[in-house]
């Protein structure tokens, strides 16, 4: 059954009126008929930031454009030891293409994105992701794809028992992460998240992995 999520508040009318993207989506995309049934859940979006190792050429604006459009709230270029670009000055560049991007696909709002990091700097930084009183990150999900790790894939780290509300996603630039980042990365929350059997490359991978996240837990911020 096609699922659909809608903020509380129009929910809370005895008649629910579908409009915007999400009837565009049911009726061009789904081809969803009269009388068809939908499953509607009362989900906020799940805030996505796209931590991504940064790519050559073409394929880093390819993830921008995509990422955009499959609705990531924020995006973090990160170099890593295996990045083949160290320096650029692409950052306006990418803000016009997520901008483009957004226009393009309906968005109400463009992804920011951040100065390039290295990924030292990044693991120890909270990136302004909201604390509660405790000073934790309530309903945070930290993920690193590995290409070697087999044993949890990511529907099954989507579909297990938490309230997701926000999603910090780590992918590696071509080549992937060393072994070290990899430890490196797990001693500061992340978990280790597999997409199956196949090797993806680095510009496939987060369109991808975004489109899961929208398959099982429904539109992004």
Not at 7 to 32: K, Y
Not at 124 to 138: A, H, I, S, W
Not at 146 to 175: F, R, V
Request: one cysteine or more.
């Amino acid at each position: 059954m096609t699922r659909i999520f809608l903020p509380l508040e129009q929910l809370a009318s005895d008649e629910l009126v579908i409009t915007g993207n999400n009837a565009r989506h049911l009726a061009l995309v789904l081809r969803i008929e009269a009388g068809a049934p939908l499953e509607v859940l009362d989900g906020e979006p799940v805030a996505v930031t796209l931590c991504q190792g940064i790519a050559r050429g073409e394929k880093m604006d390819l993830i921008i454009q995509k990422s955009t459009e499959l609705g990531v709230n924020k995006i973090i270029p990160v170099i890593t030891e295996r990045s083949q670009v160290r320096n650029t000055n692409k950052l306006e560049r990418w803000r016009k293409i997520a901008t483009s991007a957004a226009e393009q696909s309906g968005r109400d709002r463009v992804p920011e994105i951040l100065e390039p990091v290295v990924l030292n700097e990044f693991l120890v930084t909270p990136y302004n992701l909201p604390l509660n009183k405790k000073g934790k990150q309530d309903g945070l999900l930290k993920l690193i794809l590995s290409a070697s790790y087999k044993e949890q894939n990511m529907k099954e780290m989507l579909t297990a028992d938490m309230d997701i509300k926000q999603i910090l996603l780590l992918i590696g630039p071509e080549g992937g992460f060393s072994q070290e980042e990899i430890t490196r990365s797990a001693e500061n929350g992340f978990m280790e998240v597999s997409l199956g059997p196949r090797i993806l490359r680095t510009e496939t991978a987060p369109i991808t992995t975004l489109s899961i996240i929208q398959y099982e837990l429904g539109d992004m911020g």
